[in-house]
């Protein structure tokens, strides 16, 4: 799978763990950047990673923030991302099998790598359901279109 990460300052760090981790998993990784731990601002990663999934360039997008906090919220601006944040792999695997999500986030200042990985594992290996969840996946879009500006 074709998979888009990036990150920010803080997150820096443990990005390239994940992007080793992927590789190992037999996935192709597109790094969004940044390229330094320079201090930078979370929502522009967040935004070149959701663009990058709805454009179909990446099937699937990691970012990792302080918290993931910062970074899953600007991911969900764009129309179409279904960004969560997760802190243990229970969420990450029904994220995806009940909500879709086509993003994970997650915080370097809240987990370590090797809880990272296995959230990340989770989340890749589960599947959309469908059905019922289809329909309230699809209610979510509604409010979206409903709600644009
Ligand atoms: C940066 O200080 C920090 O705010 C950021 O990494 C993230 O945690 C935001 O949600």
């Known amino acids: 799978m074709k998979i888009g990460i990036g990150s920010d300052h803080v997150g820096f760090e ?29 929502p522009k990663y967040g935004e070149k990673v959701a663009h990058a999934v709805v454009s179909q360039e990446v099937e699937q997008g990691i970012l990792i923030c302080g918290t993931g906090v ?50 990340v594992f989770e989340w890749l290996n589960a599947e959309f359901e469908g059905g019922r969840h289809a329909n309230r996946v699809n209610m979510i879009h509604d409010i979206e279109k409903e709600n644009q500006e």
């Open 14 to 42: 443990l990005k390239p763990i994940i992007v080793e981790y992927l590789e190992s998993l037999g996935h192709e990784v597109v790094d969004f950047g940044p390229n330094s731990t320079t201090r930078t601002d979370y």
């Open 70 to 119: 910062g970074i899953s919220i600007a991911a969900n601006k764009v129309a179409g991302i279904r960004a969560v944040v997760c802190s243990e792999p229970y969420s990450a695997k029904l994220s995806k099998e009940h909500n879709n999500t086509n993003i994970l986030a997650f915080g370097s200042r809240v987990i370590g790598s090797e809880l990272a990985k296995m959230i």
